[in-house]
């Protein structure tokens, strides 16, 4: 995994649902501040602070061309939020189906245990 990356400051970034849109745009290539804005009924300052915080995160980076500043996704960070969740589905997968194997070899219980055990 990326060491650079700090998956709570990530998922910290992601939980804000703005944020999260603007990374879904950010994923078509990169945008400014003003276009970033668009869609959403915030001040430029107030985009820029979402910006701020998904930079520091690790998620975005600003490039300088002229006069403008487009922030654009940050691969190597998002390979490793990826790897990580990857990693962690994995761990959940292989405890699911551990408990599949395990229930697949404990018989059902009997239908007089069944019948005892509602009767308690």
Request: include cysteine; hydrophobic fraction near 40%; charge should be neutral.
């Amino acid at each position: 995994m990326t060491a650079t990356l700090d998956l709570d400051a990530a998922f910290g970034a992601l939980a804000d649902p703005t944020r999260r849109a603007m990374v879904q745009r950010l994923a078509r290539g990169p945008a400014t501040v003003g276009e970033l804005a668009e869609p959403f009924d915030l001040t430029l300052q107030a985009v820029s602070k979402h910006l701020t915080v998904l930079t520091r995160a690790g998620l975005v980076e600003r490039d300088r061309e002229a006069q403008r500043r487009p922030a654009r996704l940050c691969g190597p960070a998002l390979a490793g939020l990826t790897e990580w969740l990857l990693d962690f589905r994995t761990h959940v997968t292989e405890g699911y189906e551990r408990l599949d194997e395990l229930l697949a070899h404990d018989p059902p219980p009997s239908p007089s245990a069944q019948r005892s055990r509602r009767s308690r």
